[in-house]
């Protein structure tokens, strides 16, 4: 009997990943005006940021303990012997606490083991890929459990936003911090401590953003790196392009913010994420 690995959507996997290790995703709510909306299902990136530039109010809710209950108990009927489930920081969320909530409703920690991933995007998901990656393999469900938590713990995020009006709205970063964007022209870099979202410094010029990223991200010896935008194509692109020419990268891949994440960041985000290849 395997584990079933599952994640929530903010995890954005690379595609067709979830599909080859049998990983299962859970969706978090996105609302847009009146209209509600599934993260990675129904709203495309590019129609997020269009109604963002418009003002339009955008809010997020998490996963409730049904939905995370329904995928749990789906898994374990299609022959799971147990469940590792993988999830973006709760504290940024309260998606881990909903699916400790579920978990206990079929059982607790012996039929389905949670994980909070202390990060969110490709820090959740190369967490995810190593644990479902197991999981095939044959580990255990305390073995996929670990590998998860260990891989999470390495990696290392940084990301730059246009503005910190969407992070401290959506109650993400405090006052005090939003006021490090107030300056004119300061692009803030930020990075996840812990699970939380904090202010790293700040960076004059959107070229410098790239730059400074670079080096944050390429200090890391032999590691991969994934990039993560919302409508910032160019600059993402522009950022693949200096990394993948940075020694000791091996692997860089790219991906737009989906909804949630993106309805916190804003249109103009960019960042990286960082999985050394051994422990700091």
């Known amino acids: 009997m395997s584990v079933t690995v599952v994640t929530d959507s903010t ?8 599909a080859s290790l049998g990983i299962r995703v859970v969706p978090l709510h996105v609302l847009v005006g009146s209209d ?16 963002m530039s418009d003002k339009v109010p955008v ?26 489930a993988v999830h973006l920081s709760r504290q ?20 389905v083991r949670i994980v909070d991933s202390r990060s969110v995007a490709m820090g959740l998901g190369y967490a995810v890929l190593a644990a479902a990656s197991a999981a095939v393999d044959g580990a255990s469900a305390e073995e996929v459990e670990a590998i998860a938590a260990g891989v999470a713990a390495r990696t290392r995020t940084f990301f730059s936003v246009d503005t910190l009006e969407h992070l401290r709205r959506g109650g993400r970063i405090s006052w005090s911090a939003s006021l490090l964007g107030t300056a004119l022209a300061v692009k803030p870099l930020l990075h ?13 010029t959107a070229s410098k953003v790239i730059a400074r990223l670079t080096e944050l991200a390429s200090g890391s010896g032999s590691c991969r790196i994934a990039v993560h935008h919302l409508a910032a194509a160019a600059r993402a692109e522009q950022l693949v392009e200096r990394l993948r020419r940075a020694p ?33």
Request: charged share 15%; net charge negative; aromatic share 2%.
């Open 192 to 204: 996840v401590v812990d699970g939380r979202i904090e202010p790293l410094e700040k960076v004059r």
């Open 11 to 18: 995890s954005y996997l690379p595609a067709g990943a979830a």
């Open 92 to 111: 940024l969320s309260g998606t881990w606490e909903a699916a400790r909530l579920a978990a206990a409703e079929l059982g607790g920690q012996r039929v």
């Open 248 to 280: 000791g990268v091996r692997d860089v891949t790219a991906c737009e913010l989906g909804a949630v994440l993106g309805a916190h960041t804003g249109p103009g985000a960019l960042g990286v994420v960082v999985l050394p290849d051994t422990p700091s």
């Open 36 to 51: 509600g909306h599934l993260d990675g299902v129904s709203l495309s990136a590019a129609e997020l940021a269009a109604a």
């Open 59 to 84: 809010s997020t809710s998490r996963a409730s303990p049904a939905e995370l209950a329904a995928a749990y108990r789906s898994a374990l009927a299609d022959g799971a012997s147990a469940v590792v």
